[in-house]
């Protein structure tokens, strides 16, 4: 091969190449990085969106069953990035590449063909992505509401390379209008309680406390502070990773009644971001701190997308009488099936009254169930 002929091989090969980087493009390295962020997508039965429970001006349309959605808001959401060669379409986000032809009914993600049912298309110099057929393998939570019919879209780009962070609660968005406001204990034959958690002002009683729970094949449930978890976020990590449930606390644990409500919303929303920032929500879950609730303060957590979780019985872990033969005992007195008992992770001393009482009960066939795992009956 002569030098002239050489030089035109390897021409041929760099425009391959760049024809290739121009299919399946990659955001700006310079670029801020928020697409790890978990977003909630809703769009309701008039295809208005809403992210992260603020209302987009952009709307979605319905070809027969397909629910499909503009590019912007998947832009907006996670962070896709779309681009067309004559090689066909591609579709990124975070790493993984959605890409088809035309009006193929199919598009290849990473190795697998995928049905579209209804292909992407233009209306009014937006593309439109069939939401259900696209996020659904791409491993978001994807459900219905009941009543409302609402269309809910879970997803983090963490969850790609850390599936695990993606939360069972998150089935609980799809059913958070048929949760009663301020549950306290469900009707119930089987033998569960539920324990709940609040404040975790000590991460290490916290983290001791997640790992005894799935020592018994159990788990709990966690109402975090913002500014603990901004603190630990590890020991959120752990406690998902261990399979508990994470509510909601608000960001720096003030009494909502002696606060203004523009002042509560933000308190709500702070925890709410903070989990965010690691791919993880709080989501549907919410407690009032020192309980401090009336019927207004519970319809704003409504308006914002939780329910408020209350509780039968408090273990009494706080308080200068406080000690570990009082909660156990307070634990033996009150419990019963179905039942939500709150503590607080804010001590060794709770983690010591735990260790203490769950082999009891155990022994006696009690199971330790999170909130969602108490509302869907295991």
Same mark, same amino acid.
């Given at each position: 091969m002569n030098c002239r002929t050489l030089r035109w091989f390897v021409v041929a090969i760099l425009v391959c190449g760049l024809a290739g980087a121009v299919l399946l493009p990659v955001p700006s390295a310079q670029a801020v990085d928020t697409t790890s962020w978990f977003r909630l997508l809703t769009v309701d039965t008039? !295809?208005?969106? /809403?992210?992260?429970?603020? *209302? &987009?001006?952009?709307r979605a349309m319905r070809i027969g069953e397909t629910l499909l959605v503009p590019f912007s808001v998947l832009h907006q959401a996670w962070g896709a990035v779309y681009a067309v060669s004559a090689a066909g379409s591609a579709l990124t986000i975070g790493f993984r590449h959605a890409v088809w032809k035309?009006?193929?009914?199919?598009?290849?993600?990473?190795? &697998?063909?995928?049905? @579209?049912?209804?292909a992407p298309v233009s209306s009014g110099g937006q593309l439109y992505i069939p939401l259900r057929e696209l996020m659904e393998p791409m491993g978001a939570f994807v459900g219905k509401r009941t009543p409302s019919g609402e269309v809910v879209v879970a997803y983090s780009t963490k969850w790609q390379k850390e599936p695990w962070l993606r939360q069972g609660q998150l089935a609980q968005v799809e059913a958070i209008d048929q949760?009663?406001?301020? !549950? *306290?204990?469900? #009707?119930?034959? %089987?033998?569960?309680? $539920?324990?709940?958690?609040?404040?975790? @002002?000590? #991460?290490?009683?916290?983290?001791?406390? #997640?790992e005894l729970f799935h020592a018994y094949n159990g788990h709990c449930t966690?109402?975090?502070?913002?500014t603990n978890v901004r603190m630990h976020p590890e020991v959120i990590r752990t406690m998902v990773r261990l399979g508990h449930d994470i509510g909601n606390h608000t960001h720096s644990h003030p009494a909502a009644t002696n606060i203004t409500e523009a002042t509560f919303v933000k308190q709500i929303q702070a925890c709410e971001q903070v &989990?965010?920032?690691?791919? &993880?929500? /709080?989501r549907p879950y919410?407690?009032?701190?020192?309980?401090?609730?009336d019927k207004h303060l519970m319809q704003i957590v409504t308006d914002q997308g939780y329910v408020t979780i209350g509780s039968a019985w408090t273990i009494e872990d706080t308080g200068p009488n406080w000690s570990v033969a009082h909660s156990i005992a307070t634990i033996r007195r009150f419990i019963s099936p179905?039942?939500?008992?709150?503590? %607080? $992770?804010?001590?060794? +001393?709770?983690?010591? #009254? +735990? *260790? $203490?009482?769950?082999?009891? !009960? $155990?022994?006696?066939?009690?199971?330790?169930?999170?909130?969602?795992?108490l509302l869907t009956g295991r």
């Open positions: 008039s !295809l208005a969106i /809403s992210l992260n429970g603020s *209302k &987009l001006s952009a035309g009006m193929s009914p199919t598009y290849r993600l990473d190795l &697998l063909d995928m049905p @579209w049912g209804v949760i009663p406001v301020n !549950l *306290k204990r469900v #009707a119930t034959i %089987h033998k569960v309680v $539920a324990f709940t958690f609040d404040d975790n @002002w000590d #991460a290490v009683a916290a983290v001791r406390i #997640a966690f109402f975090v502070i913002g &989990l965010n920032g690691m791919g &993880l929500t /709080s919410f407690r009032f701190p020192y309980f401090a609730e179905g039942v939500i008992f709150v503590g %607080h $992770a804010n001590n060794m +001393m709770t983690y010591n #009254a +735990m *260790k $203490a009482i769950l082999p009891e !009960l $155990a022994g006696q066939g009690y199971s330790f169930v999170s909130i969602s795992e």
